[in-house]
């Protein structure tokens, strides 16, 4: 079974911090695009940062950067979150996505969710007192 699974969340102050991982169970992210999105109670879907196949460029939304850092180990078939000086506004669900092979996503990758195929169930991540 193809599937990404989410680990990591939990319950966080303000201005801690908390990483979140994502493993590949089934295929292999090597040459896959990747992203990590949050979706919070009554919002859209938010892209947060995304990570191109092969080039390993890197994009952040303006909420985040400078706070979130994405990674990926492709050994491990592997994506991480790394998250910084959260505030109570990054309490939401957080997904994280992948997208088949192909020659634009070697070198390209997108905040937007219709680019991916593949797609975690959500870890929730709250940031309160």
């Known amino acids: 079974q193809l599937q990404l699974v989410e680990s990591g969340g939990g319950l966080v102050q303000p201005g801690g911090s908390l990483r979140l991982s994502c493993a590949a169970s089934?295929?292999?992210?090597?040459?896959?695009?990747i992203a990590w999105f949050r979706q919070a109670p009554g919002k859209e879907r938010e892209g947060l940062a995304c990570?191109?196949?092969?080039?390993?460029?890197?994009k952040y939304a303006d909420s985040v950067k400078g706070r979130f850092t994405i990674s990926r180990s492709d050994a491990k078939d592997s994506m991480y979150l790394a998250m910084n000086s959260l505030e109570s506004d990054d309490t939401a669900m957080y997904f994280c996505?992948?997208?088949?092979?192909?020659?634009?996503?070697?070198?390209?990758?997108?905040?937007?969710?219709?680019?991916?195929?593949?797609w975690g169930q959500g870890a929730q991540v709250t940031v309160s007192s």
């Open positions: 990570i191109s196949g092969s080039d390993y460029m890197t």
């Open positions: 089934g295929f292999s992210l090597e040459g896959k695009a």
């Open positions: 996505a992948a997208r088949s092979p192909s020659t634009y996503s070697q070198r390209h990758c997108s905040q937007d969710g219709d680019f991916y195929d593949f």
